[in-house]
């Protein structure tokens, strides 16, 4: 069962004992990039880094148009999901557990438009439920908590 929890209470000490990003309210975004230790408490000496989801966008036959290229009233169609280790190696990016969306805009020096990057923090229910399985063993409750924050 999924519940949408109105609070953060649960998440406190996650936040008390992650080491947090620097807000500039000039330019309204964070500074530098994120990295681990803004998300995964010290307590913990392992992780598993979950990659959003990618779609193949089927209504764009060309892998060389940019999005900033494209028509601002195309109409996506997602199609096949794409692997981050295939991108990875279609674009000659080293794939290690740092990779991120960003790898590919820097190299290409934008995002393909044939691309479909999921919504930050998306993660897909087939996802969750495998993940809630791993977890269940190692845990003392029937509880799993989810929480995307920058």
């Keep these: ?40 408490p010290k307590r913990f000496n392992h992780f598993c880094k979950i990659l959003h989801p990618i779609y193949r966008d089927h209504n764009v036959k060309d892998e060389n148009l940019l999005w900033e290229d494209a028509p601002d009233d195309d109409e996506f169609k997602p199609g096949d999901r794409l692997w981050f280790k295939d991108l990875a190696k279609n674009y000659n990016i080293p794939y290690t557990n740092e990779i991120t969306s960003g790898d590919i805009r820097r190299k290409v020096g934008s995002v393909p438009r044939y691309i479909l990057f999921a919504d930050e923090g998306y993660i897909e229910l087939e996802e969750v439920e495998r993940i809630v399985a791993v977890l269940h063993p190692f845990t003392k409750e029937d509880t799993c908590y989810f929480q995307y924050d920058f």
């Design 1 to 40: 069962m999924i519940i949408r929890l109105n609070t953060l209470t649960a998440f406190e000490w996650i936040q008390k004992e992650t080491e947090q990003m620097v807000f500039n309210k000039k330019t309204m975004n964070y500074e530098g990039l994120p990295y681990v230790r803004h998300f995964i």
